[in-house]
């Protein structure tokens, strides 16, 4: 009987001491425990959460750089087509024109060759009638010195006109 | 995982987090040597010429005035307890070594050795042996054995958890427990998820939780107390009907705290239930209202049968040597390596069995909550 007779001493330093126990744990042991478990589990589902974004984000950041790259490219491709291209025309004029200056250049030196030529003629004609002026005006002053000899010249050249 | 520039602060704390760790696990592997540190009945021998089991047993279940460690020859060694009596309009303060373990009456008062309130204190005639008639009664407020073991293992278990519960609030959220919160943790999320939430709905769970883990806490670590055999363990707190009857009163107080209109009105006018099963014979309510009171008798009774009926097997055990000793040295030889086995074996049993009982009050207490709070919409 002793064995499930309740003694109420027993019941009260029990309901005492258990009384305490709730009241400490449920303020210095539960409150702070219950508290962080709760926290680092929405840490963690955030984390989760945040990471599956992340990775979404990741894939379609790959995505448009994939697409980026492409196109990059494709413009770069673009650019140097049109790089040669202008660079050919660019050629092209550049050898036109060196052509057409050229051709000036020689045009021009022609005329000055031609110009050159013709005063270098002019004064060696000048050159050659001086000479011959001055040749005839020695061969004159000779000739006219000796008059007999003269006049037997000018005879034969009327002679000869004569004759004609 | 580590917290960055603070490794010094970091060990330090582990190794306090890991100091109730090892006392635990101490605890833990040396409760099974439990039956050769109890097995000390010379005394009952001595008296009686042989060995009486089922006072030894009975003895070792019982709460007592003292706290009995060991025998040495004619010694006893026992830590005295103070006894606290309130009779008529007087208080009596003493220890219980003054009764010198029953044998002598100390101012009037006796534990008595047999009768109806056998290991009781009863009031005494002058001559110190005969009960007296006339005796009104005795307010024993006495911190018996039971009592002193329930303020030790309160002690532990607030500084134990609430050193745990320093970690969490130094560590943070956004670190994995570690050392003894590692151990805890798991028990706090399991009381949390798979009683609480499984039987409270999700919205009113919060407001028991503290007292669902305070009490799982409470059954599990004095049932685990309860298997070490000798001080501060030994006593049989959760084998004793005082202790569990206050703990149903407890989930009894808190359920009838908390429990909703929805609740009441499911024990006197029960939805679904014809109407003749409550008028004119109210048969219904006073079946759902015996109901209300036998579901705290239950409780008391199923945690107070099991621990009992466990201590008792393993002291029966060990008793086993002694009866057989009695009759021959060799025959008590003989059994003993049975009997070590047994009570090994009976040991994980109760192991296992401290934490189910603790399991099953606890979350018999949350179904009972969980029916205290039902959704006013039905």
């Not at chain 1, 022609?110 to 040749?135: H, W």
């Not at chain 2, 009596?85 to 047999?114: N, P, T």
Request: with cysteine; glycine share 6%; aromatic share 12%.
């Amino acid at each position: 009987m002793e064995l499930v007779t309740p003694g109420i001493g027993l019941i009260f330093w029990m309901t005492l001491s258990f009384g305490l126990v709730l009241f400490i744990l449920r303020k210095f042991a539960w409150k702070p425990i219950l508290s962080t478990i709760k926290e680092r589990e929405a840490y963690i589902a955030g984390s989760i959460r945040d990471s599956k974004r992340i990775q979404r984000e990741l894939a379609e950041l790959d995505a448009t750089k994939e697409k980026l790259l492409l196109q990059a490219r494709e413009k770069a491709d673009e650019l140097i087509q049109q790089a040669k291209k202008d660079s050919e025309v660019v050629i092209q004029k550049a050898q036109q024109q060196a052509r057409e200056d050229a051709a000036k250049i020689v045009e021009a030196a022609k005329k000055s060759i031609f110009a050159e030529r013709k005063a270098a003629e002019r004064e060696i004609r000048q050159q050659i009638v001086n000479l011959t002026v001055d040749m005839t005006r020695r061969v004159l002053r000779d000739e006219f010195s000796d008059i007999g000899k003269n006049n037997q010249y000018v005879e034969k050249l009327l002679e000869d006109i004569q004759l004609n | 995982m580590k917290v960055k520039g603070k490794p010094d602060k970091d060990h330090f704390r582990s190794m306090i987090c890991n100091i109730p760790g090892v006392f635990l696990a101490m605890l833990l592997i040396l409760f099974t040597v439990n039956v050769f540190a109890e097995t000390s009945p010379a005394e009952q021998k001595k008296e009686k010429g042989g060995f009486d089991a089922g006072k030894v047993i009975i003895d070792h279940i019982l709460d007592a005035y003292d706290w009995h460690i060991a025998d040495y020859g004619d010694t006893h060694i026992s830590i005295p307890l103070p006894v606290i009596l309130f009779y008529e309009g007087k208080w009596y303060f003493f220890f219980s070594h003054k009764f010198h373990h029953g044998k002598d009456a100390y101012k009037g008062f006796r534990i008595a050795g047999d009768g109806h309130k056998k290991g009781r204190i009863i009031k005494v005639l002058d001559d110190g042996i005969t009960p007296d008639p006339n005796a009104s009664f005795i307010l024993d407020l006495s911190i018996t054995k039971n009592a002193f073991s329930i303020f030790i293992s309160a002690s532990l278990l607030c500084w134990l958890l609430i050193s745990v519960a320093r970690t969490y609030t130094h560590c943070g959220p956004k670190r994995a427990p570690r050392g003894l919160s590692a151990f805890i943790e798991p028990l706090i999320l399991f009381v949390r998820d798979d009683l609480a939430r499984s039987a409270i709905p999700e919205d009113k769970v919060d407001r028991f939780l503290p007292y669902l883990l305070s009490l799982f806490f409470f059954i599990f670590f004095n049932n685990l107390l309860g298997l070490v055999p000798f001080f501060p363990g030994g006593a049989n707190v959760t084998g004793s009907i005082s202790v569990t009857l206050t703990l149903s009163l407890f989930t009894f107080m808190t359920l009838h705290l908390f429990a909703n209109k929805e609740y009441w009105k499911h024990i006197f006018n029960t939805p679904g239930v014809p109407v003749w099963l409550k008028f004119p014979i109210p048969l219904m309510p006073v079946i759902e209202l015996v109901g209300v009171f036998v579901k705290p008798i239950v409780l008391t009774l199923r945690l107070f049968a099991n621990i009992t009926a466990g201590h008792m097997i393993i002291l029966g055990f060990v008793s086993l040597i002694f009866v057989l000793g009695a009759s021959g040295t060799i025959m008590g030889l003989a059994i003993s390596p049975l009997s070590v086995i047994f009570v090994i074996f009976m040991n994980f049993l109760e192991l296992l069995v401290a934490f189910i009982q603790a399991y099953v009050f606890t979350f018999f207490s949350a179904i009972f909550f969980g029916m205290a709070v039902p959704d006013e919409h039905h």
